[in-house]
């Protein structure tokens, strides 16, 4: 073992000292830098804290844009007493709430009978489950849009805007994820455990919900915080989809409704971007490991 | 025994059933789909074969796009990238009781969403009350134009971006950081080597794989990024800062010409594709090695 015995070298050599002086020195720096880069990363959502505090009066007087001087609540009061405001939140939140839903619904399964029970195709669809996660929205608004047109006319069907037509249109982009990271946990649980359990006259659901389900726990919360995020923030389809005030979701609505013409009410718009923040941001003060073991799971796990 | 795979087999296909239908309806068809849509004239009566195609390539903008799409993704991936071996490094150098705190407060661009988070920089950009404007003038110095000039509207979005996609790559890179062996380094340091030759000799190997996966797959999305052009400067000035996905929205849901729109975005396919191929093979080579 080469490891205790470098550790227990006579201090009086001359290289150790410099060594641990240089790995103090080292951890300055990275305190350092670490400082510079999260002054970075928090500047913009702590000025967005800064601004929704602020009267419109002292947002548009040139004092010092880094400080509040009178500090107010009046903005998160008539936000959160705004009715159209509400009804982004409220579609919002039932929207991501149905779609995590499905998702888990559909990823599960498909996930359970991909890592498992081979059919014919099994072994391309998991591939092709993967290649479809790395296919961009931003490909798929058009044609998705002139679909919609079409089942209009054909069955007279109307899908475009109305909120409920981004439970048919999320799920393309959490499905993909969920299902692969939830084929790399399934795939981890030893085959001993349901084979076991197959002898002992278990049934494919029992062996779902009482074997895999338990087992992959940590990637199932993974999974949902990740479907969740992805469809708090979505922006493209409900702005290509949606445009009356009572059916858009947070980030359109902000958008669109909170900036008249050219009057930008920035106390406001900020005041409901930090709210329309604030729920992933919970989420993830909480459940930080598994967003971040969802995360690192979806690029490396097979 | 016949019966019973049999069986099992059509209820393996039953439970990714849901799965196969939603990829096959909204994903596969759409993209099929949208190569068909392509080649119909505006008013989608008429087939006019590859006419969008070349009326794209005689206009100016077009190629404005192309360049800006392809600065903004390269110039964007190659900071994230840098930054997130940066700070993933570190991080990596603490000990372990505060990392955990560290990592929570770098991660948060990555959480809030995007559209969100460019609102805040846009008010950070704002001509007349710019915040950081206001910081440059009281040391003296000019205002810059940020979202009113070409350049610097460029600089913007592509600065938002690298803010937003950096905790990304410091997370990924981290997770990397932390399977190279210690002993390695040890074994290195009593060899007499520098940081540089660990970062070089051991490190950079070792995460070969993994930073390969994150750049390319942070390549796809950044091409294909719509939230943060689309809030902050919305194309402008001119057209300037528009990509792909943005300039596709212009045209085809706002100008209400579907099959250009369609056109516009099909020129993301050839670079999804290409990145995906490899993607898939790292991710392949990853799975057989553990």
Same mark, same amino acid.
């Given at each position: 073992?080469?490891?205790?015995?470098?550790?227990?070298?006579?201090?009086?050599?001359?290289?150790?000292?410099?060594?641990?002086?240089?790995?103090?020195?080292?951890?300055?720096?990275?305190?350092?830098?670490?400082?510079?880069?999260?002054?970075?990363?928090?500047?913009?959502?702590?000025?967005?804290?800064?601004?929704?505090? $602020?009267?419109? *009066?002292?947002?548009?007087?040139?004092?010092?844009?880094?400080?509040?001087?009178?500090?107010?609540?009046?903005?998160?009061?008539? =936000?959160?007493?705004?009715?159209?405001?509400?009804?982004?939140?409220?579609?919002?939140?039932?929207?991501?709430?149905?779609?995590?839903?499905?998702?888990?619904?559909?990823?599960?399964?498909?996930?359970?009978?991909?890592?498992?029970?081979?059919?014919?195709?099994?072994?391309?669809?998991?591939?092709?489950?993967?290649?479809?996660?790395?296919?961009?929205? /931003?490909?798929?608004?058009?044609?998705?849009?002139?679909?919609?047109?079409?089942?209009?006319?054909? /069955?007279?069907?109307? =899908?475009?805007?109305?909120?409920?037509?981004? =439970?048919?249109?999320?799920? /393309?982009?959490?499905?993909?994820?969920?299902?692969?990271?939830?084929?790399?946990?399934?795939?981890?649980?030893?085959?001993?455990?349901?084979?076991?359990?197959?002898?002992?006259?278990?049934?494919?659901?029992?062996?779902?919900?009482?074997?895999?389900?338990?087992?992959?726990?940590?990637?199932?919360?993974?999974?949902?915080?990740? *479907?969740?995020?992805?469809?708090?923030?979505?922006?493209?389809?409900?702005?290509?989809?949606?445009?009356?005030?009572?059916?858009?979701?947070?980030?359109?609505?902000?958008?669109? /409704?909170?900036? $008249?013409?050219?009057?930008?009410?920035?106390?406001?718009?900020?005041?409901?971007?930090?709210?329309?923040? *604030?729920?992933?941001?919970?989420?993830?003060?909480? =459940?930080?490991?598994?967003?971040?073991?969802?995360?690192?799971?979806?690029?490396? $796990?097979? | 025994?016949?019966?019973?795979?049999?069986?099992?087999?059509?209820?393996?296909?039953?439970?990714?059933?849901?799965?196969?239908?939603?990829?096959?309806?909204?994903?596969? %068809?759409?993209?099929?789909? +949208?190569? %068909?849509?392509?080649?119909?004239?505006?008013?989608?009566?008429?087939?006019?074969?590859?006419?969008?195609?070349?009326?794209?390539?005689?206009?100016?903008?077009?190629?404005?796009?192309?360049?800006?799409?392809?600065?903004?993704?390269?110039?964007?991936?190659?900071?994230?990238?840098?930054?997130?071996?940066?700070?993933?490094?570190?991080?990596?150098?603490?000990?372990?009781?505060?990392?955990?705190?560290?990592?929570?407060? &770098?991660?948060?661009?990555?959480?809030?969403?995007?559209?969100?988070?460019?609102?805040?920089?846009?008010?950070?950009?704002?001509?007349? %009350? +710019?915040?950081?404007?206001?910081?440059?003038?009281?040391?003296?110095?000019?205002?810059?134009?940020?979202?009113?000039?070409? %350049?610097?509207?460029?600089?913007?979005?592509?600065?938002?971006?690298?803010?937003?996609?950096?905790?990304?790559?410091?997370?990924?890179? &981290?997770?990397?950081?932390?399977?190279?062996?210690?002993?390695?380094?040890?074994?290195?340091?009593?060899?007499?080597?520098?940081?540089?030759?660990?970062?070089?000799?051991?490190?950079?190997?070792?995460?070969?794989?993994?930073?390969?996966?994150?750049?390319?797959?942070? &390549?796809?999305?950044?091409?294909?990024?719509?939230?943060?052009?689309?809030?902050?400067?919305?194309?402008?000035?001119?057209?300037?800062?528009?990509?792909?996905?943005?300039?596709?929205?212009?045209?085809?849901?706002?100008?209400?010409?579907?099959?250009?729109?369609?056109?516009?975005?099909?020129?993301? &396919?050839?670079?999804?594709?290409?990145?995906?191929?490899?993607?898939?093979?790292?991710?392949?080579?990853?799975?057989?090695?553990?």
């Amino acid at each position: 073992m080469a490891t205790p015995a470098a550790a227990t070298v006579p201090a009086s050599r001359p290289g150790l000292g410099s060594m641990r002086s240089d790995r103090r020195r080292a951890l300055y720096w990275s305190y350092f830098f670490l400082v510079l880069f999260v002054i970075f990363f928090l500047t913009p959502p702590l000025y967005m804290l800064i601004t929704s505090l $602020k009267t419109s *009066a002292e947002i548009s007087t040139g004092t010092n844009p880094w400080w509040v001087f009178s500090p107010t609540l009046q903005n998160y009061k008539e =936000l959160l007493t705004s009715p159209t405001y509400l009804t982004f939140f409220r579609n919002s939140a039932i929207v991501s709430v149905l779609v995590v839903t499905i998702t888990m619904a559909v990823s599960i399964l498909a996930a359970f009978s991909l890592s498992r029970m081979k059919f014919w195709g099994s072994a391309t669809l998991a591939t092709g489950v993967f290649l479809t996660y790395l296919i961009p929205e /931003t490909l798929l608004f058009i044609p998705l849009f002139k679909i919609f047109v079409f089942v209009q006319e054909w /069955t007279g069907i109307e =899908l475009i805007n109305h909120w409920w037509v981004l =439970l048919i249109l999320y799920p /393309t982009l959490t499905v993909p994820f969920c299902t692969w990271i939830m084929i790399g946990y399934f795939s981890s649980i030893p085959k001993e455990l349901d084979e076991a359990a197959l002898i002992d006259g278990a049934s494919y659901t029992q062996m779902l919900t009482k074997i895999f389900i338990p087992v992959a726990l940590p990637g199932i919360i993974a999974a949902t915080i990740f *479907a969740f995020t992805v469809s708090w923030a979505q922006f493209l389809y409900p702005l290509a989809f949606t445009t009356s005030a009572d059916q858009l979701v947070l980030p359109v609505g902000i958008i669109t /409704t909170l900036i $008249k013409g050219d009057v930008f009410n920035w106390g406001q718009i900020m005041t409901g971007a930090l709210l329309g923040a *604030a729920p992933p941001l919970i989420i993830y003060a909480f =459940l930080m490991d598994y967003y971040i073991a969802g995360l690192t799971a979806g690029a490396t $796990k097979g | 025994m016949k019966n019973f795979t049999r069986r099992k087999s059509a209820i393996a296909f039953l439970m990714a059933l849901p799965l196969i239908v939603i990829i096959g309806s909204l994903v596969l %068809y759409p993209a099929i789909y +949208s190569l %068909y849509l392509a080649t119909l004239n505006k008013s989608m009566e008429r087939f006019v074969g590859l006419a969008n195609f070349s009326f794209l390539f005689k206009r100016e903008t077009f190629w404005m796009v192309v360049k800006q799409s392809v600065i903004f993704a390269v110039t964007a991936v190659f900071f994230k990238a840098l930054i997130g071996l940066f700070v993933a490094h570190f991080v990596h150098n603490l000990p372990a009781k505060g990392q955990r705190m560290w990592r929570g407060m &770098l991660l948060v661009p990555w959480v809030i969403p995007p559209a969100m988070s460019t609102l805040a920089w846009l008010w950070l950009f704002d001509p007349s %009350y +710019s915040a950081f404007n206001w910081i440059f003038e009281s040391f003296g110095a000019k205002g810059i134009p940020w979202l009113g000039d070409p %350049y610097w509207a460029r600089f913007a979005v592509i600065l938002v971006n690298v803010w937003f996609g950096a905790p990304f790559f410091m997370i990924m890179y &981290l997770a990397a950081l932390k399977s190279v062996p210690e002993q390695l380094y040890e074994a290195a340091a009593i060899d007499g080597a520098n940081w540089w030759q660990k970062l070089r000799f051991i490190t950079l190997p070792m995460m070969r794989n993994i930073i390969s996966i994150t750049v390319l797959f942070s &390549l796809i999305v950044t091409f294909a990024n719509f939230d943060i052009v689309r809030v902050l400067t919305a194309g402008g000035p001119v057209d300037q800062t528009h990509v792909f996905a943005t300039w596709a929205f212009r045209v085809g849901i706002e100008g209400n010409d579907i099959p250009l729109g369609a056109c516009v975005s099909l020129f993301m &396919l050839p670079i999804l594709g290409i990145a995906a191929v490899f993607i898939l093979r790292d991710v392949t080579r990853r799975v057989g090695e553990t």
